[in-house]
T-cell receptor, first 115, second 112 residues
Framework: KAGVTQTPRYLIKTRGQQVTLSCSPI?????VSWYQQTPGQGLQFLFE???????NKGNFPGRFSGRQFSNSRSEMNVSTLELGDSALYLC??????????????FGEGSRLTVL | GQQVMQIPQYQHVQEGEDFTTYCNSS?????IQWYKQRPGGHPVFLIQ?????EVKKQKRLTFQFGEAKKNSSLHITATQTTDVGTYFC????????????FGTGTRLQVTL
């Protein structure tokens, strides 16, 4: 069974640009969540999607958005990039959502550098 | 909002020594999960604890969930160099379909 796939793995952008990151969950998994990881802030929750609906949102500005498609694949978008957006963006999938959620399976991440 | 703190932030041990990381939540949790992230890697699930006072073991690793379901610990007996990495706890607040909040993490370094 293929794992969680994130693309692209690495990307470099300049301030003001926008970026779209993609996540394909494990087959059969219906929940996708996104996390931002930086050395100083650890794993910060961005969003959680289940059945194409955003179920939870973290404390990030409106420049960060996401969506989930009918095949459970998910994308996140960051507009008007700032230097502080440089981070590893991790996607995780799970079978279910909420209190029934079991383990999260993480992808390798997309490492974004903003210059 | 919910906060999950871990201590220590960093620990350096010699191979064979024991190691413990503690996880404390500001709110009662429905369950707690533990993950390990190797340097340059992604978090990998270790275990989930659900019941108050639950203790689970995986070889040299012992996981405990507090009676009040607000804290947890991970203890490694006789560390090995393969234990190197950052250990995260993660929990969901009780009663709502709330987000999974990760702890601040404890980075473990093991030297020979």
């Amino acid at each position: 069974k293929a794992g969680v796939t994130q693309t692209p793995r690495y990307l470099i952008k300049t301030r003001g640009q926008q970026v779209t990151l993609s996540c394909s969950p494990i087959s059969g998994h219906r929940s996708v969540s996104w996390y931002q990881q930086t050395p100083g802030q650890g794993l910060q929750f961005l969003f959680e999607y289940f059945s194409e609906t955003q179920r939870n949102k973290g404390n990030f500005p409106g420049r960060f958005s996401g969506r989930q498609f009918s095949n459970s694949r998910s994308e996140m978008n960051v507009s008007t990039l700032e230097l502080g957006d440089s981070a590893l963006y991790l996607c995780a999938s799970s079978l279910e959502w909420g209190s029934n959620t079991g383990e999260l399976f993480f992808g390798e991440g997309s490492r974004l550098t903003v210059l | 909002g919910q906060q999950v703190m871990q201590i220590p932030q960093y620990q350096h041990v010699q191979e064979g020594e024991d190691f413990t990381t503690y996880c404390n939540s500001s709110t009662t949790l429905s369950n707690i999960q533990w993950y390990k992230q190797r340097p340059g890697g992604h978090p990998v699930f270790l275990i989930q604890l659900v019941k108050s006072g639950e203790v689970k073991k995986q070889k040299r690793l012992t996981f405990q969930f507090g009676e009040a379901k607000k804290n947890s610990s991970l203890h490694i007996t006789a560390t090995q160099t393969t234990d190197v990495g950052t250990y995260f706890c993660a929990g969901r607040r009780t009663g709502t379909a709330s987000k999974l909040t990760f702890g601040t993490g404890t980075r473990l370094q093991v030297t020979l």
